[in-house]
């Protein structure tokens, strides 16, 4: 499974043009990510600064609040996200999301941050907080909030070692009105800019 996610991931990479690619793993947990930079595909835009996103999450139960693995369907998201540049070491973005899984579907708004850190080794520390309150869910879905801290180090030039914590919970309406968290874990990864 992982070999055939990987290729895909590798032939999805090549084929759009990507601005960056991601892979987050813990013990339990496998997480792909994928960035397009809209510039690369119209001329209308100016590069690096509005983006279609995605992520993968295959999660188990250990790390949220589900309590069967039988229960515990893949989450998957779609996004938009348009960023600036504030100063050489501060970007803040602001977007929006279809993200669910099985019984769960929301329209989560929020925004990003990313500070370049002065170091030798170039590190970076980003946040992310989404939110979906019921108006914007669907499904079984009451709301949905995630929120992640992340600390890239750029060990070769577009090349980063990640690591990172998220927290998604997944408020559920029906059948009976729950707080469940869905996923919240620590993670490392890679990361590629292209």
Do not use: C, Q
């Amino acid at each position: 499974m992982l070999k055939k996610v990987t290729l895909l991931a590798a032939s999805f990479a090549s084929a759009f043009a990507l601005n960056s690619v991601e892979l987050n793993i813990n013990d339990k947990d496998l997480e792909l990510g994928a960035v397009i930079d809209i510039a690369n595909l119209s001329d209308m835009t100016e590069p690096d600064t509005v983006f279609l996103t995605a992520k993968f999450l295959h999660a188990d139960k250990a790390n949220g609040d589900i309590t069967s693995n039988a229960d515990m369907d893949d989450y998957y998201e779609v996004g938009f996200l348009m960023k600036r540049d504030f100063n050489s070491n501060l970007e803040i973005g602001l977007g929006m999301k279809l993200n669910g899984t099985k019984n769960f579907a929301s329209i989560p708004l929020g925004g990003e941050a990313r500070y370049a850190l002065d170091t030798v080794l170039p590190m970076y520390v980003g946040g992310v907080i989404y939110f979906a309150p019921s108006v914007l869910t669907m499904s079984d879905a009451k709301n949905f909030m995630e929120y992640r801290l992340t600390l890239d180090v750029e060990v070769i030039e577009n090349a980063m070692i990640t690591l990172g914590y998220r927290s998604l919970d997944t408020d559920y309406d029906k059948p009976v009105a729950r707080d469940l968290n869905y996923n919240s874990s620590f993670y490392a990864g890679f990361k590629f800019k292209f």
